[in-house]
């Protein structure tokens, strides 16, 4: 992709140099994590049950470096006027905040997809839900497995 | 200014669904990372994203820390009739960026 061929920035060059060490002291969070993660669904559901079905979500099952992690979610969705997604929310289980991006489609959206890079702080289960235009819910859920964790975890040493 | 690219075809088709993509060169600092000494290095990310169509909202997005450094968006858009898309990004620090890409609709 040519897009990613630009010089790197220093705080990048920084943060890959830091990464290495900081890794080593990550801590894994208890079990609660899973309950947060379906906290953090419920919040942008208000409440509503999510069902399984018309989203996508397109993660490596396996991320070499969780540093930019490729993500793309679909939703199928006519778009028109009256049969569109609303919204697209990604969360995880794991990163020290629920929340990844959220995604507004307005009126000028094409088709219901959007691709972004992530950063992922351990193995873990992320969700992408989207808010359809007639009020509904609909969630994916994936697995990833991270051998390079991104520096995102501040737990006290 | 920080760099930012952006991909968007020069011309397209009435009704169309033309592809997007946007990259700006930013740290998304997470705020929860330590300087070499122990300290937290102060958060420092893009907050929101977005792209117009002659002012019309295509898709708006919300960040958090975990988005990689260098945010990366790749969407679609209608192609409607000939324009201006314009790229918004704004974060901590009083970050502001605006670009604009002409779209020419045959």
Redesign the interface.
Known sequence: MP??A?PI?R??RR?LA?GAG?AASLVVRPAAAAEDLAAAVAAFTAGAQTRAGKVTFDVPALVENG???PV?VTVDSPMTANDRVAMVAIF?EK???R?????????????A????????AASQKLAAVARMSDGTHWAAYVDVVVTLA?????DP? | MA?A?I?VPPSARRGE??EI?A?I???M????????T?R?LPRDILRRFSC??NG???????????????????????A?ESGTLTFTWEGDNGFAQTETVLLAVT
């Not at chain 1, 991104?150 to 501040?154: I, L, S």
């Not at chain 2, 600092?29 to 070499?36: K, N």
């Not at chain 2, 898709?59 to 679609?76: D, I, M, R």
């Open positions: 897009m990613a630009q920035s705080g990048r943060a830091t900081l540093n930019a992690v793309t995880n990163n020290p905040e929340g990844v991006a959220q995604f507004a489609f307005g009126p000028r959206a094409g088709r997809s959007v691709s972004t890079h992530i950063r992922l991104a520096c995102v975890d501040g040493v | 760099r690219l991909k669904v033309i993509r990259l060169a930013h740290p600092e997470t705020g929860y990372r330590l300087d070499a122990g937290p117009r169509y019309e909202l295509v898709v708006g997005a919300e960040l958090h820390p975990a988005v990689a450094a260098n945010p990366y968006f790749a969407f679609s858009a209608i409607t």
